[in-house]
């Protein structure tokens, strides 16, 4: 089974600030990675798929790469609305099964 | 613009079976190239996929759960539905559905439903 490995578990940060989130693979998935925001008591939203490829709507200060065991989230300019918890996320082809990091939650600083 | 909406019972007693339905409009859960699965979010934890199913009915289950989980699908109702059996507090949880998108990695989620394990 492949594990996903996010760090830093939690991040504080100012606003205007750049950051940049990791999660690293047990095994290559190509870029078969997506970058999940989920704030308190709402569903998960997705912000990037295919591990560098922007979602409809989502502000173009996200943004996502890497390929293989390496990805990385980057937040340009950190905005009040992008403190949350964020996941990446690994969907298999087949089976179609999901498996998630363990989340960075970024807080104000 | 795919929508989905969970349903069902928010407090299930111990032993019992939790049962919940996803409700699809926007979009047919008979679509080709898209799969349909349950997640669930102990609260205050992380994200744990329970399984997926396919129009055709084919399912694909987590293992830690597989001897409890039953997910279905009705293409006339465009819905899916789930079951987790012998419930006990550690299955507390919010329950999402989603939309799979496997050659994008895309996944689309409903707004969750929390369920509580409670005598």
């Known amino acids: 089974d492949i594990h996903l490995t996010q760090s830093p578990s939690f991040l504080s940060a100012s606003v205007g600030d750049r950051v940049t989130l990791t999660c690293r693979a047990s095994q290559a998935i190509s870029n078969y990675l997506a970058w999940l925001q989920q704030k308190p008591g709402k569903a998960p939203k997705l912000l990037i798929f295919a591990a560098s490829s922007l979602q409809s709507g989502v502000p173009s200060r996200f943004s996502g790469s890497g390929s293989g065991t390496e990805f990385t989230l980057t937040i340009s300019s950190l905005q009040p609305e992008d403190f949350a918890t964020y996941y990446c996320q690994y969907l298999h082809t087949y089976p179609p099964r999901l498996t998630f990091g363990g989340g960075t939650k970024v807080e104000l600083k | 613009q795919v929508q989905l909406q969970e349903s069902g019972p928010g407090l299930v007693r111990p032993s019992e079976t939790l049962s919940l339905t996803c409700t699809v409009s926007?979009?047919?859960?008979?679509?080709?190239?898209?799969?349909w699965a349950w997640i669930r979010q102990p609260p205050g934890k992380g994200l744990e996929w329970i399984g997926t199913?396919?129009?055709?009915?084919?399912?694909f289950y987590n293992s830690s759960l597989k001897s409890r989980v039953t997910i279905s699908v009705d293409t006339s109702k465009s819905q899916f539905s789930l079951k987790l059996s012998s419930v006990t507090a550690a299955d507390t949880a919010i329950y999402f559905c989603a939309r799979l998108e496997v050659t994008i990695s895309s996944t689309d989620w409903g707004q969750g439903s929390l369920v509580t394990v409670s005598s």
């Open positions: 199913i396919y129009h055709t009915g084919s399912t």
């Open positions: 926007g979009g047919s859960v008979s679509s080709s190239g898209y799969y």
